[in-house]
């Protein structure tokens, strides 16, 4: 089972630059959310997804966009990358509309900015 | 607002210890998870614990829960090598789940 799957892996931006990191899921779970893991701080959520066409912002969502088109696939899109943007990202869902089960994570997207 | 603070944040300790990893969260919640992460690794997900008095077990590894204190603690019965990792705790509040800021636990020989 392929679970939730992220694309690409290792990114290099320049400031000001734009990209979508990828994230797909074939568990047909209804919740699935985004995070950034910065060093000594956890993982912190961007922004959360309940359903297809719904979502919503989470505790650090300034400088990044989603849409939530298709029950599979949440894209992370940073429109105008900045170096505070450097950071793992991780994308996660659950079967339940809140989190009311076991989160599953993707292997994480590395992504620097110069 | 939800806060969740874990200590300590760095634990080294001897392989066959016993030691335990204290998580505090500042709003009423009724279910906590223990996550485990390797390095450049993903999260593994370890327990979830659902009510008050919630205890679970897993081969050296026991967390509890206490929710009118909001404490959960991870307890490691004697230690090995292979338990060396950072282990997350992560407090649910409706569709936010936010983690502690992690122990990276040293497990040495």
């Known amino acids: 089972n392929a679970g939730v799957t992220q694309t690409p892996k290792f990114q290099v931006l320049k400031t000001g630059q734009s990209m979508t990191l990828q994230c797909a899921q074939d568990m047909n779970h209804e919740y699935m959310s985004w995070y950034r893991q910065d060093p000594g701080m956890g993982l912190r959520l961007i922004h959360y997804?309940?359903?297809?066409?719904?979502?919503d912002q989470g505790e650090v969502p300034n400088g990044y966009n989603v849409s939530r088109s298709t029950t599979e696939d949440f894209p992370l899109r940073l429109l105008s990358a900045a170096p505070s943007q450097t950071s793992v990202y991780f994308c996660?869902?659950?079967?339940?509309?809140?989190?009311?089960?076991?989160?599953?994570f993707g292997e994480g997207s590395r992504l620097t900015v110069l | 607002e939800l806060k969740v603070e874990q200590n300590p944040l760095f634990l080294s300790m001897q392989e066959g210890k016993n030691y335990t990893i204290y998580c505090n969260y500042s709003t009423t919640s009724d279910r906590l998870y223990w996550y485990r992460q390797d390095p450049g690794k993903s999260l593994e997900s370890l327990f979830v614990?659902?009510?008050?008095?919630a205890v679970k077990q897993e081969g050296r590894l026991m967390a509890s829960l206490d929710t009118k204190a909001r404490l959960s603690t991870l307890h490691i019965t004697a230690a090995v090598h292979d338990l060396s990792a950072t282990y997350f705790c992560a407090v649910v509040l409706i569709n936010d789940m936010r983690f502690g800021a992690g122990t990276r636990l040293t497990v040495k020989p």
């Open positions: 614990l659902l009510s008050n008095g």
């Open positions: 997804s309940v359903g297809a066409g719904i979502t």
């Open positions: 996660a869902s659950t079967e339940a509309s809140g989190i009311g089960g076991e989160l599953f």
